[in-house]
C-alpha cells in the first residue's frame, strides 16, 4: 500500500549508505531535485547512482557528486559541458564510472521489473564495453549478453498521484521514471499534486500504484482534493 509523507526528508528516509538509488530524469527533464536535495541534507553516502547522466551544473545529482556522496556512477552521458563536478571526481579518482548506452540502460532497467534474468544486445559489440562478457551470434548478426540493473530505492518525479499511487507524468519528464519504478526494490515519487481515486483516466494511469511505495506531494496545489476532479497533463 503506498504511503504518503508531507516532506521531502520523510521520503528519502528509506535510502540507507551504500544503496543503488536509481534517478529518474533526462538531464533536469524529470529529476526530482527535492528528493536530491533531502538525500544531500541527510547525510547518506557511498551510493551507487544509476541514471541518464552525471548531473548537470550545481543542482541535484551534480550537487552529490560534488559532495562525495556517490561512490559509483551508471550512466550514459558522464560528460557535458556543465558537468564540471563529475570530471572533478573522476579525475581525482573518488568516483567509479560505468559507462552504459542509452538503450541498454533503458533496457536493464525494464529487464530488472520485468523479471527477465538476461538479454541479448547488437549494442556495443565489438567495442570495448563488450570486454569480458559472454557474445553469441544470433541468425548472422553479433550480440553481447547483458543483465537487469535492480536498485534498492527508485526517486523518481510525476505530476499526479491519486491516493492509491496511481502515477501520470507531464510529456518529457516522463522518461526514465516508468521503468525505474519497477525496478527497485523501494520506489519514492515526488508529485506536484495529488487527487482522489478516479480523478485519473485509468487508459492515462502511465506506473500502477502496486509498484510506488512512498509518495510526496510538493507543489502549490499538493492537498488531496474533497471530490475527484479530471487531472490535468500539464
Same mark, same amino acid.
Given at each position: 500500500?503506498?504511503?504518503? +509523507?508531507?516532506?521531502?526528508?520523510e521520503?528519502?528516509?528509506?535510502?540507507? *549508505?551504500?544503496?543503488? +538509488?536509481?534517478?529518474?530524469? #533526462?538531464?533536469? $527533464?524529470?529529476?526530482?531535485?527535492?528528493?536530491?536535495d533531502?538525500? %544531500?541534507?541527510?547525510?547518506?553516502?557511498?551510493? &551507487?547512482? +544509476?541514471? =541518464? =547522466?552525471?548531473?548537470?551544473?550545481?543542482?541535484?545529482?551534480?550537487?552529490?557528486?560534488?559532495?562525495?556522496?556517490?561512490?559509483?556512477?551508471?550512466?550514459?552521458?558522464?560528460?557535458?559541458?556543465?558537468?564540471?563536478?563529475?570530471?572533478?571526481?573522476?579525475?581525482?579518482? !573518488?568516483?567509479?564510472?560505468? %559507462?552504459?548506452?542509452?538503450?541498454?540502460? $533503458?533496457?536493464?532497467?525494464?529487464?530488472?521489473?520485468?523479471?527477465?534474468?538476461?538479454? #541479448?544486445?547488437p549494442t556495443? @559489440?565489438?567495442?570495448?564495453?563488450?570486454?569480458?562478457?559472454?557474445?553469441?551470434?544470433? /541468425?548472422?548478426r553479433?550480440?553481447?549478453?547483458?543483465?537487469?540493473?535492480?536498485? !534498492?530505492?527508485?526517486?523518481?518525479?510525476?505530476? &499526479?498521484? !491519486? !491516493?492509491?499511487? =496511481?502515477?501520470? @507524468?507531464?510529456?518529457?519528464?516522463? =522518461?526514465?521514471?516508468?521503468?525505474?519504478?519497477? $525496478?527497485?526494490?523501494? &520506489?519514492?515519487?515526488?508529485?506536484?499534486?495529488?487527487?482522489? +481515486?478516479?480523478?485519473?483516466?485509468?487508459?492515462?494511469?502511465?506506473?500502477p500504484?502496486?509498484?510506488? *511505495?512512498?509518495?510526496t506531494?510538493?507543489?502549490? *496545489?499538493?492537498?488531496? /482534493?474533497?471530490?475527484?476532479?479530471?487531472?490535468?497533463?500539464?
Amino acid at each position: 500500500m503506498t504511503e504518503f +509523507v508531507d516532506t521531502a526528508a520523510e521520503a528519502v528516509a528509506s535510502v540507507k *549508505d551504500g544503496s543503488t +538509488v536509481l534517478l529518474g530524469g #533526462f538531464g533536469n $527533464a524529470g529529476q526530482p531535485m527535492e528528493l536530491i536535495d533531502a538525500l %544531500l541534507e541527510s547525510g547518506t553516502t557511498g551510493l &551507487t547512482v +544509476v541514471s =541518464n =547522466n552525471a548531473g548537470q551544473g550545481d543542482r541535484g545529482l551534480a550537487l552529490l557528486i560534488k559532495e562525495r556522496r556517490v561512490r559509483k556512477v551508471i550512466c550514459s552521458f558522464p560528460r557535458q559541458s556543465d558537468s564540471w563536478h563529475f570530471d572533478e571526481a573522476y579525475r581525482a579518482g !573518488d568516483i567509479e564510472l560505468e %559507462l552504459v548506452p542509452q538503450g541498454n540502460l $533503458a533496457e536493464r532497467l525494464r529487464a530488472a521489473g520485468a523479471g527477465i534474468g538476461a538479454f #541479448f544486445t547488437p549494442t556495443g @559489440y565489438g567495442t570495448s564495453l563488450a570486454e569480458g562478457k559472454e557474445t553469441r551470434e544470433i /541468425e548472422g548478426r553479433r550480440y553481447v549478453l547483458e543483465h537487469p540493473i535492480r536498485g !534498492d530505492v527508485a526517486l523518481i518525479k510525476a505530476h &499526479t498521484a !491519486d !491516493d492509491a499511487g =496511481n502515477l501520470l @507524468y507531464r510529456k518529457t519528464a516522463r =522518461n526514465f521514471g516508468p521503468v525505474m519504478a519497477t $525496478a527497485a526494490a523501494h &520506489t519514492v515519487v515526488q508529485v506536484r499534486q495529488r487527487v482522489p +481515486v478516479g480523478s485519473i483516466d485509468p487508459e492515462h494511469v502511465v506506473t500502477p500504484g502496486i509498484y510506488v *511505495d512512498t509518495v510526496t506531494a510538493l507543489g502549490a *496545489d499538493a492537498q488531496p /482534493e474533497n471530490q475527484p476532479q479530471e487531472a490535468k497533463h500539464a
